[in-house]
């Protein structure tokens, strides 16, 4: 795998990061519009020529408990959506506490100089780049023991 996007579908937004297994680590990229349930294709249609991703991973939102809330429906949903437009892999990853992850990455950028000013989307953004992080992590092979000589 080189290429993966990771999404972290929500009513209004979706936020979009890119990353590789190479180096297991994600990048806040932008937001996505909804509109009436609908994501803003054409945009995901330009992301997807842009980067050229073999694997789609898309956050689930779950309660503490582990269970399925309302929001999960608009993930899994979105999730199918991917799946049939594009006809590649999609990854759904637990997202439990990411937004909280991504304000947190959001107030340091912040503190040092690298970020303006708090904005919702770009936190959204950041959501998916967690996301993405976390299976990048979860599925990177572990490297191969060396020969004993």
């Known amino acids: 795998m080189n290429c993966a996007l990771g999404?972290?579908?929500?009513?209004?937004?979706?936020?979009?990061?890119v990353g590789n297994s190479f180096t297991?680590?994600?990048?806040?990229?932008?937001?996505?519009?909804?509109?009436?349930?609908?994501?803003?294709?054409?945009?995901?249609?330009?992301?997807?020529?842009?980067?050229?991703?073999?694997?789609?991973?898309?956050?689930?939102?779950l309660a503490?408990?582990?269970?399925?809330?309302?929001?999960?429906?608009?993930?899994?949903?979105f999730a199918a959506q991917l799946q049939q437009r594009y006809g590649l892999p999609v990854v759904l990853v637990?997202?439990?506490?990411?937004?909280?992850?991504?304000a947190r990455r959001f107030a340091a950028g912040r503190a040092a100089g690298l970020k303006r000013r708090r904005d919702a989307a770009a936190i959204d953004a950041e959501a998916a780049a967690v996301i993405l992080e976390r299976w990048l992590t979860e599925t990177a092979a572990p490297p191969p023991a060396p020969l004993a000589g």
């Open 24 to 61: 297991a680590s994600g990048r806040a990229l932008t937001t996505v519009a909804m509109r009436d349930g609908e994501p803003d294709w054409n945009r995901l249609d330009a992301l997807r020529g842009q980067w050229l991703p073999d694997t789609l991973v898309v956050g689930l939102p």
């Open 94 to 102: 637990d997202e439990r506490h990411s937004s909280q992850e991504a």
């Open 64 to 77: 503490l408990d582990g269970t399925e809330q309302p929001a999960s429906r608009i993930a899994r949903r």
């Open 7 to 17: 999404f972290d579908a929500g009513s209004r937004l979706i936020g979009v990061a």
